[in-house]
């Protein structure tokens, strides 16, 4: 990895010039300049086709790119990360992700160790286990078959299992449900439990750590809900685990046949191929996991062996810095047109936004660059509707990714073709814009209001149906992604110490909401006016309740 400036780097230098060239130049000139601009500037990869012409950038962009990120050690980097050096190295761990997804025999090492026989033993452990649930042989404390699944955990222990549950809901027994419950605001725990038989209702407790104060709130309260109906003992067939804290689950007095590890070389974000996936698999099936996996597999031996100018996940990557650094573009906007991932964009914000809001590099100097984009989206239909405006006329500059399977609930129904032709227009129209002279017959006033200037980069990623095996590639591909791009800013995209101090203030701060609010003007003396005005604000309604 070349720790040296970033930016006095030759081929940083080299960009900049190039993106002062072509800073004149409108979208719309590159593609009359070149009738296989498509062609030239899209990707095919099995039943995923990225489209990125839309992008204010040539084939000399792409190429000056990857000779940053190649001077910047991508390819070293992704061969540590295979080779599971400990690349995470704030916490000394390391990143093996890609080991949960292989399927082959080949052996994934950490210190010398091969990670694969256990991950295999978890997975055939995970197997039986749902079988068992599905098939009624693991059931409740009275003998009636477990039907209602009830994820407790928060973050990655959260984010992407209820993605991925919710993208496969077609494959969902119907027999089954799933919640998935994070906010210790006691509302969401309840809405869960409102209609469901506790004799019927597994839930699983799932957190890497099993330490995190909602998860464990939440997951007393769930406790608490089950025994007052079916006793104490009922605790042992009504609650699965996962975890690295294994010894902590038992303790909870979860069967040990229920409680399901993981490894400190996963990160939360990246969980959701372990066992953090058992929400899924209950609902699913295993094989329909399996086939996930099967989908990042094929996205990992691709981003493994592919050059970087014929690699999708990284040439997503090259095209996010070009904006985030040399065009200074603040965010990214993700709309998936499919119904099925409008949570995609929930688990891409800690996916991105956890792993590449850095402020220093890995050697700890402050970094000289942008680092991550704000994250933001939504289902693509409903986002036209609302957030659009601003991605068409606002003076700032938001890249798109638009995500669009070919095939849908009614096939290529009218519903796709609808879907479809907004899809498509709506990057037409972020590229193309509207000109004052396509505005010859409206009156003069309104214009300027009617113009768009278009030259609005998007990504179109055009997927063949939306299977498990083609969710699998989408994940893998955008966890590459982030990949990349923090190897290019030299941070490290797998630690995330920036959420703890808020954490260590929270903690500090419930003894003074749990006391008197006399006694707790003292606790709260050394904070400033503010937190401690609204903390006793805060005190005195409760006093009051
Ligand atoms: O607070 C952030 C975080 O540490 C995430 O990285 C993680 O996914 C989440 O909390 C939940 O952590 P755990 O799985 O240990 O409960």
């Known amino acids: 990895m070349n720790s040296s400036s970033l930016t006095a780097l030759p081929a940083w230098q080299a960009l900049k010039a190039h993106a002062a060239a072509l800073a004149g130049q409108h979208m719309r000139e590159l593609f009359a300049a070149d009738p296989d601009r498509f062609a030239r500037l899209s990707f095919s990869f099995g039943p995923v086709r990225a489209d990125y012409s839309k992008n204010r950038v040539t084939l000399e962009t792409i190429s000056l790119l990857a000779e940053l990120a190649r001077v910047r050690g991508v390819e070293e980097g992704r061969a540590a990360m295979f080779a599971g050096a400990r690349i995470n190295t704030t916490e000394n761990r390391a990143v093996l992700h890609v080991a949960l997804r292989n399927r082959e025999e080949r052996p994934m090492m950490v210190d010398g160790v091969d990670v694969m026989p256990e991950v295999r033993a978890t997975r055939a452990r995970l197997r039986t286990f749902s079988d068992d649930v599905r098939q009624g042989r ?47 605001d006691r509302a969401q725990l309840d809405d869960a439990l409102a209609k469901i038989d506790p004799a019927e209702t597994l839930f699983i407790i799932c957190s890497k750590t099993f330490t995190t104060a909602e998860t464990t709130l939440n997951a007393d309260a769930a406790r608490a809900w089950l025994t007052a109906r079916l006793g104490e003992t009922a605790v042992a067939k009504h609650f699965a685990a996962v975890s690295t804290n294994v010894e902590a689950a038992k303790t909870f007095g979860i069967h040990p046949d229920a409680v399901f590890p993981m490894w400190d070389w996963v990160g939360g974000r990246y969980s959701v191929w372990s066992a953090i996936g058992l929400s899924v698999i209950l609902v699913c099936g295993y094989d329909a996991f399996d086939q996930l996996l099967a989908g990042a597999e094929a996205m990992d031996r691709h981003f493994e062996t592919a050059s970087l100018e014929q690699n999708l996940p990284v040439i997503l ?20 047109y499919d119904y099925r991932l409008k949570l995609f964009p929930f688990h891409l914000q800690q996916l991105d936004m956890e792993s590449n809001g850095k402020g220093v590099t890995k050697e700890g100097a ?38 669009i399977a070919l095939k849908g609930a009614d096939g290529a129904g009218p519903s796709r073709d609808l879907l479809m032709a907004n899809c498509l227009a709506q990057t037409e129209a972020l590229l193309k814009g509207r000109t004052a002279a396509d505005l010859a017959s409206t009156p003069e006033s309104l214009r300027p209001h009617r113009e768009f200037t278009g030259n609005r980069p998007s990504n179109t990623l055009l997927l063949d149906e939306l299977t498990p095996y083609v969710l699998g590639m989408l994940i893998a591909l955008y966890e590459h992604k982030v990949f990349v791009q923090g190897l290019i800013w030299g941070v490290n995209s797998f630690d995330q110490w920036g959420v703890e101090l808020g954490k260590e203030l929270a903690k500090s701060l419930m003894p003074a909401l749990r006391d008197k609010p006399a006694a707790a003007e003292g606790l709260l003396k050394a904070r400033d006016s503010s937190t401690a005005g609204l903390a006793l604000a805060y005190l005195q309604a409760k006093a009051q309740q």
């Open 138 to 184: 693991w059931r409740g404390a009275t003998g009636k078959v477990l039907r209602h699944i009830v994820n407790i955990g928060i973050g990655g222990s959260h984010l992407g299992p209820m993605f991925v549950a919710d993208a496969m809901k077609d494959l969902q027994s119907p027999e089954m449900t799933v919640a998935f419950v994070s906010n210790p």
């Open 317 to 336: 990557a090259l095209i996010g810095v070009w904006y985030a650094d040399f065009f200074d573009a603040p965010a990214v906007a993700v709309m998936p």
């Open 366 to 403: 402050k970094v000289e660059t942008q680092t991550g984009p704000i994250i933001f989206g939504g289902g693509g239909a409903d986002s036209q509707h609302s957030f659009f405006q601003l991605l068409h006329q606002s003076p700032r500059l938001i890249p798109c990714d638009f995500i």
